[in-house]
């Protein structure tokens, strides 16, 4: 069995990466947004729509993957500051 030990300090570093990459994700998806309009001002007719319907399908979902990843951060602040909290508790700082 694997033992890993991890503080509070870790936990947060770990949230700060992943609000980075999700920043990351979400100026791609938007740059994504952009070239689609681009690309279809190029052309008309029953393609256009197909694949402006499957875009945004897709566009949806990676909003809900990004929602997804930001409340996993609001999770981890929690658990952090709790994890805090019963270190306090330990040390019997606090009652």
């Known amino acids: 069995m694997s033992f890993y030990q991890i503080d509070s300090r870790q936990l947060r570093g770990k949230k700060d990466e ?3 990459l999700l ?3 979400t100026q791609e998806k938007e740059t994504l ?4 309009t681009a690309l279809r001002a190029m052309w ?3 393609a256009n729509e197909k694949f402006h319907g ?3 399908k897709n566009a949806g979902q ?4 990004g929602e997804v990843v930001n409340q996993y951060t609001v999770v981890i602040d929690n658990i ?7 270190e306090q508790r330990n ?3 606090v009652m």
């Not at 990676?62 to 993957?65: E, I, K, L, N």
């Not at 952090?80 to 019963?86: F, G, L, M, V």
């Open 33 to 36: 947004c952009a070239k689609e």
């Open 62 to 65: 990676m909003d809900a993957f």
């Open 54 to 56: 499957l875009f945004v």
């Open 91 to 93: 040390l019997g700082r």
């Open 80 to 86: 952090a500051d709790r994890y805090d909290t019963a």
């Open 18 to 20: 992943l609000i980075g």
């Open 23 to 25: 920043r990351r994700f």
């Open 44 to 46: 008309e007719g029953a």
